[in-house]
C-alpha cells in the first residue's frame, strides 16, 4: 500500500517536470567538467552570464532548461579549450548585450564606467574642500 | 462588512493626516499657537485608527474571505494560518497598507514621547509627517484598495507564490518596512528642523534614536532577506545584486551615514548641513526603493506587482517629497551653517572620510540599478550585475574599511600621533595591519588562484577585526558605556561578515552529481552519500525528500534531508535546501530533478565560514540595539532625575 502511495505520488511529481521539458537537459547542464582547472574557469564565466528566461538570476544560479542548456554550451567550450571572453562574445552575438552581466565597454556605457571615477574625484573634492581650508589656526 | 469598515476607518485616517498637517502648520504661526494642543492627539488618533485598518485586513484574510478581491488573488482556505497573514502584505495592496500603517504609528510614537524636541520644530516634524502619510492615503485610497469586493465571490484564492511560502519570509517585509518608514521620521525631522532653523546638537540628539531604531530594522531585514535567498533559491547564491535587493541596500548605505553624522551634531556641533542632507536622502532612498519594487519597472525575483499607472503616481509622489525638501533645502542652506570645524586627523574627519565613502557606493548602486533603465529607453537592453557592482563599491568599501579601524581611536576636534598617543594609537593600529598584510600574503602563498578582491577582503576583515576591539582596551569593561560597545560590536560584525563573504567566495567548493541511492561522493572535506529517497506531503504540498548521510573529516555522521517540493495553488516548485552549519563553515544540499537514467541530480557545496556573513549582520543589529538601549536608558535617567529635582523643589516650597 505504502509502496504503491509513493509511487503515484512520484508520478504525480513528475507530470509537471516531464510536461515542462520534453527533452532531456543538455549532457553538461547538470554534470561539471572533470578537469577541476576547466571546471574552475567555466563556473567563473558562468556566475558573469544572466539567464535570460529568468529573473535576476545568473546561469549558475537557475533552474530553468535554458539556463541548464547555457551551461552545457559553456562547459563544452571551455572543455575544448576555447577561451571565456570568446565564448561570452558569441552568446553576446546570440541574445544581446542582456546576457552579460559584466557590462561591455560600448558608447552607451560609457557613463556607467565613468561614474565610479566621477564619484572618486566628487569625493576628493569634498574632502579637500571641507580640510583645506581647517588649519589648526583657523579653529575655534 | 470588515471590509467597509477597514475602509471607512483609512479615509477617516486619511482626514486627520489632513487636520494633523494644517493645524501643525498653522501652529508654527504665532496666531495659530492655540492650535499646538491639537496636533499630538491629533497625531496619535491617526496611528491608532489606521492600525485599525490594517488590523481589519489582516482579519479578512485569517478568516479568508472570498468576497475581498485582495484576499482571492493572494489567499487561499488551505495555506497555513502564519502564511494567510504573511499574506496580507504579501502582495502591492496590502504592503502599501502596511506602509502607511507604520507611518502613521510611527508618527503617534514620536508625538507622544518625543520630548526633547523644542515644541515649533516638533509641529514641524509632525506636519511634515502627514504631508508624506497624505500621498501614500491618496496612493491607497484611489490608486490601491486593498478592500475591494468582487461582484461575485470567488469559489477558492489563488493562493501565494511558493517561495513566499516561508517562515522566514513572512517576517522579512514588516522588518524592512519598518526600517523604511523609520527613515521617514528622520526626513520629518530634517524637514521640521528646516522649517525653524533650528539644527543643532539638540535636534541631532531627539533624531539619533529614531535612526538607530530604522537603521538597526534595515540591517536585520536585509540580513535575514539573504538568508532566505540563500536557502530558498537551491544554488547557494545569497546576494544576487537584484534591484529589490539593491533598493533594500541603498537607504541602508544612506541610514548608516546619517547615523555617524547625526553622532557628530549631536557631541561636536558639527556637520550640520550635511546631517540635514542626509536625512532627506535617506528616506529619497527608501522611496525610490518603493517605486522601484512597487511600480513592476524591474522584474526580479522578488517583484510581485506589475502594474505601470502605479508606478506613476509612486514617481509623482517621489518627486513632490523629494524634490520638496530638496527645494527647502536649497532655501535655507544659507542660514544652516556647518557647525564647528575639525582637522582631518581627528575623530570628526574619519567619520567624514566613511560618510563620503558610504556615499560613494550608495551612488554606484544606485546607478547601477538604474543604468538598465536608462539603456532601455535608448532601445539596449544591458545587465550590470556583480563583475561591476563588486569591485566598484570595494573602490569606496576598502579604504572606508581601513580609516574605521583607526577613527574610533582618535580624539575629537584634533589628534596628533605622537608622544603618548603613538603607544595608544600608532602601535595597535599598526600590529592590525601588519596581521592584514601576513593574512594577504599567507593567502597568496597559499591559494593564489582566488581572486584579487576575495584576498583583499580576508586580509582586511582579518585586520579589522582585531583593530574593532582595540576601543575597549584600558577601559573598565563594567564602566564601558552601552554605546560604545555597541559600536565595537557593530564595528566587529562588519569584520565578521566580510571575512564570511570573502571566505565564501574565495573557498567554496561546488559538486554537483546525478547518484543512484546508496552512492557516494566527496563535496571538500565532507564524505555524502545517498541514504534514500522518500515521498511526503505537507499542508499544500507534496514533495519528495532524500535522505542524506554526510560525515565531515573523521566527525560525526549527520543526516540531511532536502526537499524537492511540488505546489498545487498556484502551481510551482520549489527547492528545500538542507544545511549542515559547523563552526568553520555550512555544508549544502540540495535535491534536484530525476535523470533519465533514474539516478538524482544532486547538488552539494562546501562553503567555509559563510555562515559568519549572516553572523556579522546580526552583530551590526545587536551592536545597533546596545547603542539605543545606551541612548534610552540614559535619557530615562535624565528624566527621572528631573522629575525628582522638581518634587523635591515643590516640596521646600520654591
Not at chain 1, 16 to 22: K, L, R, T, V, Y
Not at chain 2, 31 to 39: I, M, N, T
Not at chain 2, 398 to 426: C, E, K, N, Y
Request: glycine share 10%; with cysteine.
Amino acid at each position: 500500500m505504502r509502496l504503491l502511495l509513493s509511487l503515484v505520488l512520484l508520478l504525480a511529481c513528475a507530470v509537471p517536470a516531464a510536461a515542462q521539458e520534453n527533452v532531456p537537459p543538455a549532457p553538461f547542464a547538470y554534470r561539471q567538467l572533470d578537469n577541476p582547472e576547466q571546471e574552475a574557469r567555466a563556473k567563473a564565466l558562468m556566475v558573469t552570464l544572466r539567464c535570460v528566461m529568468c529573473q535576476s538570476q545568473s546561469i549558475a544560479d537557475s533552474d530553468a532548461p535554458i539556463a541548464g542548456d547555457m551551461r552545457s554550451e559553456v562547459r563544452t567550450r571551455i572543455a575544448r579549450g576555447e577561451d571565456p571572453e570568446h565564448i561570452r562574445q558569441w552568446l553576446i552575438a546570440r541574445y544581446g548585450d542582456y546576457v552579460s552581466y559584466t557590462p561591455q565597454v560600448k558608447p552607451i556605457t560609457w557613463p556607467l564606467f565613468a561614474a565610479p571615477v566621477v564619484f572618486l574625484a566628487l569625493a576628493a573634492l569634498l574632502l579637500r574642500g571641507r580640510f583645506a581650508r581647517a588649519r589648526p589656526g583657523d579653529m575655534a | 462588512m470588515i471590509a467597509e469598515l477597514g475602509l471607512a476607518v483609512l479615509w477617516m485616517a486619511a482626514a486627520l493626516a489632513v487636520l494633523q498637517l494644517v493645524t501643525g502648520g498653522l501652529a508654527l504661526r504665532p496666531e495659530g499657537r492655540a492650535l499646538a494642543g491639537l496636533v499630538r492627539p491629533v497625531a496619535v488618533m491617526q496611528g491608532v485608527l489606521v492600525l485599525a485598518a490594517f488590523a481589519a485586513l489582516v482579519t479578512l484574510f485569517v478568516t479568508t474571505d472570498l468576497s475581498v478581491k485582495l484576499v482571492v488573488d493572494n489567499s487561499h482556505s488551505a495555506k497555513p494560518l502564519i502564511f494567510k497573514i504573511a499574506g496580507t502584505w504579501g502582495n502591492h495592496e496590502g504592503s502599501m497598507l502596511m506602509w502607511v500603517t507604520i507611518m502613521a504609528v510611527a508618527g503617534a510614537f514620536v508625538a507622544v514621547i518625543e520630548r526633547r524636541l523644542d515644541e515649533p520644530t516638533l509641529m514641524a516634524t509632525l506636519a511634515g509627517q502627514a504631508f508624506i502619510s497624505l500621498g501614500f492615503y491618496a496612493f491607497l485610497l484611489f490608486a490601491s484598495n486593498p478592500f475591494a469586493r468582487l461582484a461575485q465571490p470567488a469559489d477558492e484564492g489563488q493562493g501565494l507564490n511558493p517561495l513566499l511560502q516561508d517562515v522566514g519570509l513572512a517576517f522579512h517585509p514588516p522588518t524592512l518596512y519598518v526600517g523604511y518608514v523609520g527613515l521617514s521620521i528622520a526626513f520629518s525631522f530634517a524637514i521640521g528642523a528646516l522649517v525653524t532653523r533650528n539644527v543643532g546638537p539638540a535636534f541631532a540628539r531627539a533624531m539619533r534614536p529614531w535612526v538607530l531604531g530604522a537603521w538597526i530594522f534595515l540591517t536585520l531585514g536585509i540580513t535575514a532577506g539573504s538568508y532566505w535567498a540563500y536557502y530558498t533559491l537551491g544554488w547557494g547564491g545569497w546576494w544576487f545584486w537584484d534591484p529589490v535587493e539593491n533598493a533594500s541596500l541603498m537607504p541602508w548605505l544612506a541610514a548608516t551615514a546619517l547615523l555617524h553624522s547625526v553622532s557628530v551634531l549631536s557631541s561636536r556641533d558639527a556637520l550640520r548641513a550635511w546631517t540635514v542632507m542626509l536625512g532627506v536622502i535617506a528616506f529619497s532612498m527608501s522611496m525610490v526603493g518603493t517605486f522601484l519594487v512597487r511600480s513592476g519597472i524591474l522584474t526580479s525575483v522578488h517583484a510581485f506587482a506589475v502594474d505601470p499607472r502605479r508606478g506613476a503616481f509612486i514617481l509623482a509622489l517621489l518627486a513632490i517629497d523629494i524634490g520638496g525638501a530638496l527645494a527647502l533645502f536649497t532655501l535655507r542652506a544659507g542660514t544652516v551653517t556647518e557647525g564647528k570645524r575639525f582637522a582631518f586627523v581627528s575623530r570628526e574627519g574619519a567619520l567624514v572620510f566613511n560618510n563620503v565613502m558610504l556615499s560613494g557606493i550608495l551612488g554606484i548602486v544606485l546607478i547601477g540599478t538604474l543604468y538598465p533603465l536608462v539603456t532601455e529607453a535608448y532601445g539596449v537592453k544591458v545587465s550590470v550585475g556583480a563583475p561591476y557592482f563588486n569591485p566598484a563599491s570595494a573602490m569606496f568599501a576598502f579604504p572606508m574599511f581601513a580609516v574605521m579601524a583607526v577613527g574610533p581611536l582618535l580624539r575629537w576636534r584634533q589628534d596628533r600621533l605622537t608622544g603618548d598617543r603613538t603607544r595608544r594609537v600608532s602601535w595597535p593600529v599598526l600590529v592590525c595591519a601588519v596581521i592584514a598584510v601576513a593574512v594577504f600574503a599567507g593567502v597568496e602563498i597559499v591559494a593564489s588562484g582566488i581572486g584579487l578582491l576575495p584576498a583583499l577582503g580576508l586580509a582586511l576583515a582579518s585586520g579589522l577585526f582585531p583593530a574593532a576591539l582595540l576601543p575597549l582596551v584600558g577601559r573598565n569593561l563594567r564602566r564601558t558605556p552601552l554605546p560604545v560597545w555597541g559600536m565595537v560590536i557593530a564595528h566587529a560584525g562588519i569584520a565578521v561578515s566580510l571575512f564570511g563573504m570573502s571566505s565564501e567566495s574565495a573557498f567554496s567548493v561546488e559538486r554537483l552529481a546525478a547518484m543512484a541511492v546508496g552512492e557516494t561522493r566527496e563535496v571538500g572535506p565532507w564524505r555524502v552519500q545517498l541514504a534514500g529517497i522518500m515521498p511526503v506531503a505537507g499542508p499544500n504540498w507534496t514533495a519528495l525528500e532524500a535522505s542524506v548521510s554526510t560525515r565531515y573529516a573523521g566527525g560525526m555522521p549527520a543526516l540531511l534531508s532536502p526537499r524537492a517540493e511540488t505546489f498545487s495553488n498556484p502551481p510551482g516548485t520549489r527547492n528545500e535546501s538542507a544545511l549542515e552549519t559547523r563552526w568553520n563553515g555550512q555544508l549544502y544540499v540540495v535535491l534536484g530533478e530525476a535523470a533519465a537514467d533514474g539516478r538524482w541530480q544532486m547538488r552539494f557545496w562546501w562553503k567555509p565560514f559563510a555562515p559568519l556573513i549572516w553572523l556579522g549582520g546580526v552583530l551590526v543589529g545587536l551592536g545597533g540595539l546596545l547603542a539605543l538601549a545606551g541612548r534610552v536608558l540614559a535619557d530615562l535617567k535624565r528624566w527621572v532625575a528631573r522629575d525628582k529635582i522638581a518634587w523635591r523643589r515643590m516640596r521646600q516650597g520654591r
